[in-house]
């Protein structure tokens, strides 16, 4: 299963969002999370995963055991380091999304071993984004009749100008945006389905989780998800669903 966060941490909604993620990755004996951080320093690394520890170790079904894995575009996640964790859960972090994106899809083959395993994977903020076939990076504008336009404001850019899209993990087949309603980031999603850079996608609200279960997805948390994708006559069209308001059928 994958498990879709949308950024923020309201302990209110915990439980039901990366506490959905810490059941599916526990077993009957244990629960060994690999916690990924991608930071541009050690310093911002450790704060990372202290932030991100202290999320899990609240949680009912505390793991029993987490481990930190840091990585870089000099050094990106490999099936290597994975294996030799043999974990039950992988769970991304958020930062910076192309330095995430960098850092973890440089060789996304390491994402056989999760699905050899069977192994859930998590992730937030920009640990979501990456998940897509068609992974959004960031950029607060998008060009059209050689005129570059705003989309978004500029503090949501990732600290991308162009709407920039990538080959992401494929994890999901679709696009995914998050901080939503909070950022704007909405928006930038239209664009990018309205451009066909991606076929489709959703935008995630912050507090909330997308869990996608081959075609089932289900929604939890305070927010909203929006679905976006173009339609048999090429127009953009966008549905807004809250918790427990999805069908099987919804990608």
């Not at 498990?3 to 209110?12: A, C, E, I």
């Not at 541009?40 to 009912?60: N, V």
């Amino acid at each position: 299963m994958i498990f879709l966060h949308g950024g923020g941490d309201n302990p209110t909604y915990r439980a039901e969002t990366f506490g959905r993620f810490g059941q599916a990755a526990a077993s009957s004996t244990s629960a060994h999370l690999a916690l990924i951080v991608a930071e541009p320093t050690g310093e911002l690394a450790q704060e990372s995963y202290a932030a991100y520890r202290a999320i899990f170790t609240a949680l009912p079904n505390a793991p029993n055991q987490i481990t930190p894995v840091f990585v870089s575009p000099e050094q990106p996640l490999t099936h290597q380091q994975l294996a030799m964790i043999q974990p039950s859960g992988v769970f991304v972090c958020g930062g910076r999304t192309p330095f995430y994106h960098q850092s973890i899809c440089h060789d996304p083959t390491w994402v056989q071993y999760l699905q050899a395993a069977r192994i859930p994977y998590g992730g937030t903020s920009a640990g979501a984004a990456i998940a897509a076939n068609t992974a959004i990076l960031g950029g607060w504008q998008a060009a059209r009749h050689g005129e570059s336009r705003e989309i978004l404001f500029r503090g949501a850019s990732e600290g991308v100008d162009p709407l920039m899209v990538c080959p992401g993990l494929a994890l999901v087949p679709f696009a995914v945006e998050v901080h939503a309603s909070q950022m704007g980031t909405l928006t930038r999603l239209v664009h990018a389905v309205e451009m066909g850079l991606a076929a489709a996608g959703w935008a995630i609200d912050e507090n909330t989780l997308l869990q996608v279960d081959g075609n089932k997805l289900a929604v939890y948390g305070s927010g909203h998800v929006y679905r976006v994708w173009r339609d048999n006559d090429l127009a953009v069209r966008i549905t807004i669903q809250t918790a427990n308001g999805l069908g099987k059928d919804d990608q």
